[in-house]
């Protein structure tokens, strides 16, 4: 023991030091305080119903009705207690409060890369820091993007567990890219598991053409072999995830259209225009050097201080305090710093001035074949992150690279990027400090390097508007609504433009001296490590000190103690209204509420307390955002309202802002029997039958379900009935009389994938109705229906996951009595 003490001393000593950094900066978790997270607070309230049958039950439901008429929960929150990844995550969890446990996890993980890229210790710190405190993994945990973060931060280990394999540590290596890829995928968040994956595949095509070149195929297929087991053990792992997010998927709104009149739908994927929404600026690049080059997040924070030239020139029309004015401007025109290409933005994607002086150091010394798969990614990503504003390459992608049209705001694929920068730079510190160069060599490399980043903030710091316009694309129309606003003063309009573009160069210019300062901190600490005035040691330290002071900086001006609040505020972040208090005293227990007090369909807040036919989720049904653009958006279509069970819905009095219910006496109920069955061709004659028909007499039914009922044995009787006794979101139980057969439609969101329908126990066929509803026949009689919630994909997925789970400890317990025994047999 005391032998592995000392053997891992420092490497503890430098995990001690990332824990003592992460708590000094989020300091108000140390009072019981925790991140407000606009994105968290929103899941949190998606997911009321989950939680309150999880408290109830033990267990959390697989489906729930708490968000567009019902979707499964597992795309919200599930248990998977079988992945053996869950309970790391959640041990890290509990140990660590949030976002401590994020920001920790990107630190360890990216020392562990650059330990195994043979870095100091010392200088391995100081890259990890370099890549945790990049302002982008920062903005994403105030966002409260919190998967995406833990997704980002075990790239880093997949990574360096790949390299390990590679070089011949088969056992150890395959391992721990079998158990970090499981904590990868089960952090959930795809999008950047599969950007990881390309850059993994790029990768391997490089290490590919070097084993041809060195005729070594064998052993590089060898350690392909090996990781092809560890990547199937991750993938087992994960089944129960992976296999119903897949099932999903093909039903989302990423998946296939049902409809071919909308020529705006795609046919496969997410539209171009809402994956596009997000695409980095061309120009905004240099954001990686200079952060608020830009103006950084959207805000008009910088606008409203007395110094501004914005303040000024509306100071002299108002006479007074233009504070006001300003956020009048804001909202009315789009008045506000950020000058960007993106509808808005948290803040820049910011890499370090010294990281990026380092890594073009980097470009020109590294002799590692590394900086090739560096280089070729990061070009590829940025062009893949600018989407729009270069569709060139990115249409490329969408078009034909497999399910990258599944994800949108690309400009995200620049996490990545935000590794690959600070490995490179550290890789050429790694290089300049082991002396493969001459030290003269060296000197005129970091001079140039220094020239290049340094000479750039430099001409933004002088004459910023030399090269930046600093102006948005709509800035004319900008101006001309000012014109406007101001009763045709054409003059006044121009003077307030000059004076905001004057103000965007200031905040360019002061981080543009700023970048400038720190770049010249890390060319004399990198010049005096070579030409040896400095202890290699304290240089590193002192580097990693400057990198760190650089990027704690920014990062709080977008994550800092204002972003925390306590608990019981958090808790009780969704007030309820009288109106919600009302509702919520109605003891149906499964019925809908129609909230037009907010954006219906893009907001959680009154998911908190109803079921509603909104709320907000990325991955909603396609068919229910077929029904919410056909029919609920551009007119409200009652009879959709009606079918939906909609019983409630709440406006507010635009005069007074008094919230208001109106109770919607037509609402269909939770099932009903119908008097007669239309049939349709197509989903096209499905969505234009349900824009006007009576839900409670009239079943629209495509014609594939046509041999499923005979509608000349069925008719509505009048004495036949049927109602919802026991609701579970999963688990629904009717009764029915009747004499005769019936065809009775259920208020429930079909989604054929899991949902069974038993009539006494018996499993017996249902089909779809009216666009997005279930319906079924039913033989005469009394009779009990049931509906239960049982996708294969879940509960089978879960026992591959076991196996997998298993495959996992085994594996890694043998790989490491491996390792010891080899290193055992070499001393």
């Known amino acids: 023991m005391n032998n592995w003490l000392k053997a891992n001393g420092i490497h503890l000593a430098i995990i001690g030091f990332f824990i003592i950094i992460c708590f000094v900066y989020f300091s108000p978790v140390l009072q019981g305080k925790a991140p407000a997270q606009g994105d968290v607070l929103g899941a949190k309230a998606t997911a009321t119903e989950i939680m309150h049958y999880k408290e109830k039950d033990g267990k959390g439901p697989l489906w729930t009705n708490q968000i567009f008429g019902g979707m499964p929960a597992y795309q919200i929150w599930v248990q998977h207690p079988y992945n053996g990844a869950t309970y790391v995550i959640s041990l890290v969890k509990t140990i660590f409060p949030d976002p401590v446990d994020s920001v920790l996890l990107y630190l360890v993980g990216a020392y562990f890369l650059f330990i195994v890229l043979r870095i100091n210790p010392w200088l391995a710190a100081a890259g990890a820091i370099a890549f945790a405190f990049t302002s982008y993994n920062f903005i994403i945990i105030a966002a409260g993007h919190s998967n995406k973060a833990l997704a980002i931060a075990f790239c880093a280990p997949i990574i360096a567990s790949v390299i390990l394999t590679l070089r011949g540590k088969y056992w150890i290596g395959a391992s721990l890219t079998a158990l970090f890829l499981a904590l990868e995928i089960r952090s959930n968040h795809i999008q950047m598991t599969y950007y990881l994956m390309i850059a993994l595949l790029i990768f391997i095509g490089i290490e590919v053409y070097h084993a041809f070149k060195a005729k070594k195929l064998a052993e590089f297929g060898k350690a392909l072999g090996f990781l092809a087991v560890g990547m199937l053990v991750a993938f087992m792992v994960n089944t129960g995830k992976l296999w119903t997010t897949y099932e999903y998927g093909k039903e989302s709104n990423r998946g296939k259209s049902n409809l071919t009149t909308d020529a705006a739908e795609e046919k496969n994927g997410l539209s171009k225009e809402y994956a596009y929404g997000w695409s980095q600026g061309i120009g905004e690049s240099f954001t990686f050097l200079i952060p608020d080059l830009y103006g950084g997040a959207t805000s008009i924070d910088a606008l409203v201080k007395p110094e501004s030239h914005t303040y000024k020139a509306l100071q002299s029309i108002t006479g007074g305090d233009p504070t006001q004015a ?199 600490l990198v010049w005096a490590l070579i030409t040896k005035k400095i202890n290699m040691q304290l240089a590193f330290i002192l580097l990693g000190f400057a990198i760190m002071i650089d990027m704690w900086q920014v990062d709080r001006r977008y994550l800092n103690n204002n972003n925390f609040a306590s608990k019981t505020d958090l808790d009780n972040h969704f007030q309820q209204r009288e109106v919600d208090t009302f509702i919520s005293s109605d003891k149906d227990p499964d019925f809908r509420v129609m909230d037009l007090t907010i954006n219906t369909f893009s907001d959680a807040s009154t998911s908190a307390f109803h079921k509603t036919i909104g709320g907000y989720h990325a991955a909603k049904l396609k068919r229910y955002q077929e029904l919410i653009d056909n029919q609920l958006t551009k007119s409200i279509n009652q009879d959709v309202l009606d079918m939906l069970n909609t019983k409630y819905i709440i406006t507010q009095d635009p005069k007074t802002g008094s919230y208001q219910m109106k109770n919607n006496a037509t609402a269909a109920g939770n099932a009903w029997i119908v008097q007669n069955v239309q049939f349709v061709k197509d989903a096209d004659e499905e969505m234009k039958a349900i824009s006007s028909f009576d839900p409670k007499k009239e079943a629209i039914v495509d014609i594939r379900y046509k041999d499923q009922l005979n509608s000349k044995n069925v008719g509505a009787d009048p004495s036949a009935s049927i109602k919802l006794d026991s609701y579970s979101p999963d688990h629904m139980i009717y009764s029915y009389s009747a004499p005769r057969d019936i065809i009775a439609v259920f208020s429930e969101i079909y989604y054929d994938k899991g949902w069974n329908m038993y009539v006494d126990g018996v499993k017996k066929p249902y089909f779809r109705a009216d666009y997005v509803l279930r319906a079924a026949q039913l033989e005469a009689g009394n009779h009990k229906v049931e509906f239960k919630f049982e996708p294969t994909s879940y509960y089978l997925g879960e026992k591959i996951s076991l196996a997998g789970s298993i495959l996992l400890v085994a594996g890694l317990g043998f790989a490491f009595y491996d390792d010891r025994k080899k290193k055992k047999a070499t001393k």
């Open 326 to 524: 300003i956020g009048q401007l804001a909202g009315q025109i789009g008045l506000q710093q950020y000058w960007g290409e993106k509808p808005g933005t948290s803040g820049p994607y910011y890499f370090g001035a010294i990281v990026c002086f380092l890594f073009v150091f980097g470009l020109l010394i590294v002799r590692s074949r590394l900086k090739w798969w560096i280089l070729g990614t990061t070009i590829l990503f940025m062009f893949l992150s600018f989407g729009k504003n270069f569709p060139m390459i990115s249409d490329l992608f969408f078009e034909y690279f497999p399910l990258y049209n599944k994800f949108r705001a690309v400009e995200s694929i620049l996490a990545l990027v935000g590794l690959m920068v600070p490995v490179l730079a550290f890789l050429a510190i790694k290089e300049a400090q082991e002396g493969t160069y001459d030290q003269k060599t060296l000197v005129k490399k970091l001079t140039i390097a220094g020239g290049i980043t340094g000479g750039f903030a430099l001409i933004v710091a002088i004459m910023p508007t030399a090269l930046f316009s600093f102006t948005t694309a709509n800035h004319q129309l900008m101006v001309q609504a000012l014109t406007q606003m101001l009763q045709n003063n054409a003059g006044v309009a121009q003077n307030i433009a000059s004076a905001l573009i004057s103000d965007r160069a200031d905040i360019a210019r002061a981080d543009a001296i700023r970048s400038f300062l720190f770049i010249a901190v890390g060319y004399a």
